[in-house]
């Protein structure tokens, strides 16, 4: 099956730090998102993209599906930027694979 | 975007018992798919929750552990059976927008501990 692979596997941030995460992807996919999942164990939509670059605040995502990766960039992070961030890759019929999560940690 | 709901949102259980988890969408969905979380690890898919047919589920997950229902076009239940620690976990249920993005939504879940 498909492979997603996210690094770094934690990221420690300065407050107002800006940062990049990764997601590689072992095959073609018809749709690629990014979630966050907060300290309760919600998971939230942040980007459905499976190819170009979209933008949404301080969060923006940039995929290039012919080189099989996305990248998640946070700017001016915030505490509230901490949790668990997730690459789901759609498989077939709308049936996700997900990376292994980045877990960010922003100190104040 | 999608409301979805699960109940209970937590639960503590004995081992050998089983637990029936609910999970509610406000519009009619096609497909709806349940997902475990276990303890620091990534989410991985179950099963497909099928309206009016079996559900269909994922290598290494079966029926008889996870049984699971799909009475009509919102709603779905999961079953987690003779429970014991290694089922300890968030379970979720998802689904696709039924228009436009195709972008999954997912429940707040179920958070599971078996003692």
């Known amino acids: 099956g498909i492979q997603v692979e996210q690094s770094p596997p934690d990221l420690i941030l300065q407050e107002g730090a800006n940062s990049t995460l990764r997601c590689n992807f072992s095959?073609?996919?018809?749709?690629l998102q990014w979630f966050h999942q907060n300290p309760w164990g919600q998971l939230i939509n942040l980007f459905y993209?499976?190819?170009g670059t979209k933008q949404n605040g301080r969060l923006s995502a940039t995929t290039v599906a012919t080189e099989r990766y996305s990248l998640l960039y946070i700017s001016s992070s915030q505490t509230t930027d901490s949790g668990v961030y997730f690459c789901?890759?759609?498989?077939?019929?709308?049936?996700?694979?997900f990376g292994a999560g980045t877990t960010v940690t922003v100190r104040a | 975007s999608a409301v979805i709901s699960q109940k209970p949102s937590r639960d503590i259980c004995q081992r050998g018992t089983s637990l029936t988890i609910q999970c509610q969408v406000d519009s009619q969905v096609t497909m709806m798919f349940w997902y475990r979380q276990q303890p620091g690890q990534s989410l991985t898919l179950i099963a497909t929750a099928n309206q009016g047919s079996e559900a269909t589920y994922e290598s290494g997950f079966v029926i008889d552990k996870f049984p699971i229902s799909r009475p009509n076009l919102t709603f779905s239940t999961l079953t987690v059976s003779n429970m014991s620690p290694e089922d300890s976990s968030i379970y979720l249920c998802?689904?696709?927008?039924?228009?436009?993005?195709?972008?999954?939504?997912f429940g707040p879940g179920t958070r599971l501990t078996v003692l």
């Open positions: 789901a890759v759609e498989r077939e019929d709308y049936k996700l694979s």
């Open positions: 998802s689904v696709p927008t039924p228009w436009g993005t195709d972008t999954q939504y």
């Open positions: 993209i499976p190819s």
């Open positions: 095959d073609s996919v018809n749709n």
